[in-house]
T-cell receptor, first 114, second 110 residues
Framework: EAQVTQNPRYLITVTGKKLTVTCSQNMNHEYMSWYRQDPGLGLRQIYYSMNVEVTDKGDVPEGYKVSRKEKRNFPLILESPSPNQTSLYFC?????????????FGPGTRLLVL | GESVGLHLPTLSVQEGDNSIINCAYSNSASDYFIWYKQESGKGPQFIIDIRSNMDKRQGQRVTVLLNKTVKHLSLQIAATQPGDSAVYFCAENGDDKIIFGKGTRLHILP
């Protein structure tokens, strides 16, 4: 089944404790992206990757890192999480970034930073 | 600045009636528009899309209308069912950037 998977689905952590949220897709998509979703603000892009070893900042990259060593995986890293990073995070992938490229979203990771 | 928004945060519709969800966009350069459905506890799911060279596109029970003159996009759901209960949001793709609207929650009344 074609899908985007994320792990973990739920995470509670404390300020400053490094964490990684994994994302994997099995559709051989070149483009992958991370979003956070907050009430009243909608989906905001954190980072995206056009292909392996190519990553770029989205609209809200502060406090996050990503890597794209393999085509299928695009982990999101929070080196020193803070409470304002409490949010619902979605990974997405698509064949490309241009018009007409539908993004497929993962199930989401709900993060609480205490 | 660029923005994609929805006119109503919540919409309540009687089961069996048609639903119309609206969206406004501001980037005239956007050439591709998508509607997503997000059910509780799940990620957004693609519903239907439309390119800027079209005014209307129909899917199964859904129709998207695009009015480029007033930069307005709408999603029409025919014969709304309980399973249509979700948050719907539009997205525009222009200048190689996708911008998402904030969403409208659709409530289905029995």
């Amino acid at each position: 089944e074609a899908q985007v998977t994320q792990n973990p689905r739920y995470l509670i952590t404390v300020t400053g404790k490094k964490l990684t949220v994994t994302c994997s897709q099995n559709m051989n998509h070149e483009y992958m992206s991370w979003y956070r979703q907050d009430p009243g603000l909608g989906l905001r892009q954190i980072y995206y990757s056009m292909n392996v070893e190519v990553t770029d900042k989205g609209d809200v990259p502060e406090g996050y890192k990503v890597s794209r060593k393999e085509k299928r995986n695009f982990p999101l890293i929070l080196e020193s999480p803070s409470p304002n990073q409490t949010s619902l995070y979605f990974c997405a992938s698509s064949l490309g970034q241009g018009a007409g490229e539908t993004q497929y979203f993962g199930p989401g990771t709900r993060l609480l930073v205490l | 600045g660029e923005s994609v928004g929805l006119h109503l945060p919540t919409l309540s519709v009687q089961e069996g009636d048609n639903s119309i969800i609206n969206c406004a966009y501001s980037n005239s350069a956007s050439d591709y528009f998508i509607w997503y459905k997000q059910e509780s506890g799940k990620g957004p799911q693609f519903i239907i899309d439309i390119r800027s060279n079209m005014d209307k596109r129909q899917g199964q029970r859904v129709t998207v209308l695009l009015n480029k003159t007033v930069k307005h996009l709408s999603l029409q759901i025919a014969a709304t069912q309980p399973g249509d209960s979700a948050v719907y949001f539009c997205a525009e793709n222009g200048d190689d950037k996708i911008i998402f609207g904030k969403g409208t929650r659709l409530h289905i009344l029995p």
